[in-house]
């Protein structure tokens, strides 16, 4: 099985930065896409950000031009670089991972969520 350790969120003042970093071990062999995705009060979650395999990103409007999404697949962490942090941002992060398992079958594995707060 895969474990997923986030860390880097915190308290911050608005534009700010954080790095948030997602670590995972395990049966960590063919992961595929890697992924944050945050949760805010009384909301839905919400995809942040993702990145492929192949390195190629997608990150949602509300976060294009001030997040970024990155990986180190020798380190089996992917990381997301969080700049002009707003209020709005306040939410626990939590990451997820896509992994491809013998036979093609995929299973998402997901940490257990850093809060991040945005204070205005």
């Known amino acids: 099985q895969v474990q997923l350790v986030e860390s880097g969120g915190g308290l911050v003042e608005a534009g700010g930065s954080l790095r948030l970093s997602c670590a995972a071990s395990g049966s960590t062999f063919s992961i595929n896409a890697m992924g944050w995705y945050r949760q805010a009060p009384g909301a839905q979650r919400e995809l942040v950000a993702r990145i492929s395999s192949g390195g190629s990103t997608n990150y949602a409007d509300s976060v294009k031009g001030r997040f970024t999404i990155s990986r180190d697949n020798a380190k089996n962490t992917v990381y997301l670089q969080m700049n002009s942090l707003k209020p709005e941002d306040t939410a626990v992060y939590s990451c997820?991972?896509?992994?491809?398992?013998?036979?093609?079958?995929?299973?998402?594995?997901w940490g257990q969520g850093t809060q991040v707060t945005v204070s205005s």
């Open positions: 997820d991972i896509e992994r491809r398992l013998v036979g093609g079958l995929i299973h998402h594995y």
